[in-house]
């Protein structure tokens, strides 16, 4: 396949016949200040505008100047670099994305996944089907989800070609088969076989089950019914696949001035409030003594009286170890704060809080909801590849 796709890459690179309209060197260098200015005085705006700027460059120069943005950038100016790579096609950016796709830092290759979902078309089609060979399961799941996101059925020659060799992991090819048979309308490959929860894939092997134990849950019995669907779901698992499960709850945080909110993860217990309860902190073995255990925690839980606190528990989540994918089952409800607003989360900056917090996991969120949520929570599945079911 490697071969195939470079060559196809190299006659696409031929074809490409708009010229760099390059940034000089010294308006260049005086951005990259501009930037690294505007960050440090906290000035996000201006920061995002240098970047923007920098991004109509569409030249080599200007593109590993984004490049440089992929490890470690506030959300802000991680899209705003995503953006502007995704806008460029002349030949030298082209030919630099696709030695970067072959040989970059997966830091490099995750934002460029990103870039190419967005800029779509036949180069991105191949230069997606170039990162499929990385030895990196993050970086494939990232061009895996591009693909599909992007619909480039142009990748489906690559992606079965991909699927036919040997994918890094058994996660992977369960999501390399889902997103070839989304691509072809159901018509080739085959539904994901692995784990499920309320009959639809989960796809992945190493799986943190996060339920909803806000007051809402409290509603029309949906805790009971979401407690039968994730032990269901545990049941099923077979002995080599691992798990853990995540309780969540939230609190009003009114009146909180703690500043450790602000920096990071929430810890478990807020004003007093224990939001966030675990299992265990690893994924294990789907064993008797394990599903014993598993089974007596979901039991013992009962609807709090707080809020819920979606993206959170989903901040908790991909950052469990080795975990592969992620099963949300909620009441469809969020009340998260923005604490640089001093507002709570709309859909939009939730979904682009989960975004932040997955973009060097790339762990596929999948989604069980009750009637009635909030159609963010279907997206929340979408931009990472995962599922989404709506409970009864």
């Not at 592969?324 to 704060?337: K, M, Y």
Request: glycine letters at 10%.
């Amino acid at each position: 396949m490697r071969w195939t796709v470079v060559g196809s890459l190299l006659s696409a690179l031929a074809l490409t016949l708009c010229p760099a309209e390059e940034l000089s060197r010294e308006e260049l260098q005086e951005l990259k200040q501009t930037l690294r200015q505007s960050l440090l005085k906290g000035k996000m705006d201006e920061a995002v505008a240098a970047v923007t700027k920098i991004g109509s460059g569409d030249s080599k120069a200007s593109a590993l100047v984004l490049l440089g943005l992929a490890h470690n950038s506030p959300p802000q100016i991680y899209e705003a670099a995503r953006a502007g790579l995704a806008g460029m096609s002349s030949g030298e950016v082209d030919t630099m994305i696709s030695r970067k796709c072959k040989l970059g830092r997966a830091e490099e290759q995750l934002l460029l996944a990103d870039a190419l979902e967005q800029r779509g078309g036949s180069f991105a089609s191949l230069a997606l089907g170039t990162l499929l060979d990385s030895p990196d399961p993050r970086v494939v799941r990232g061009a895996l989800v591009a693909i599909e996101r992007a619909k480039l059925a142009d990748a489906r020659g690559a992606l079965e070609t991909w699927l036919q060799g040997a994918p890094p992991t058994h996660a992977a090819r369960l999501l390399g088969l889902h997103v070839l048979h989304e691509l072809s309308g159901g018509e080739a490959g085959e539904a994901a076989p692995g784990a499920t929860c309320a009959g639809a894939p989960v796809l992945g092997e190493q799986i943190v089950f996060v339920l909803d134990t806000s007051a809402g849950m409290a509603k029309d019995d949906r805790l009971a019914k979401a407690k039968a669907t994730l032990l269901a779901a545990i049941q099923a698992l077979a002995p080599e696949q691992r798990f853990t499960v995540l309780a969540y709850s939230g609190h009003t945080l009114e009146g909180l001035a703690e500043p450790e909110l602000e920096r990071g993860a929430y810890p478990p217990t807020v004003g007093g409030v224990t939001w966030l309860r675990s299992l265990g902190e690893r994924v294990e073995f789907a064993k008797p003594l394990w599903l014993e255990k598993a089974q007596a925690f979901v039991d013992g839980l009962q609807p709090a009286e707080e809020d819920a606190f979606v993206l959170r528990a989903l901040e908790a989540a991909v950052s469990v170890p080795l975990a592969e994918a992620v099963v949300l089952i909620s009441g469809g409800d969020f009340s998260d704060v923005d604490h640089a607003r001093s507002e709570r989360h709309s859909p939009e900056s939730l979904l682009a809080g989960v975004r932040a917090a997955n973009r060097y996991r790339r762990v596929v969120i999948n989604v069980r909801s009750f009637s009635g949520a909030s159609p963010a929570l279907a997206e929340l599945a979408a931009q990472s590849g995962g599922t989404y079911v709506e409970l009864e």
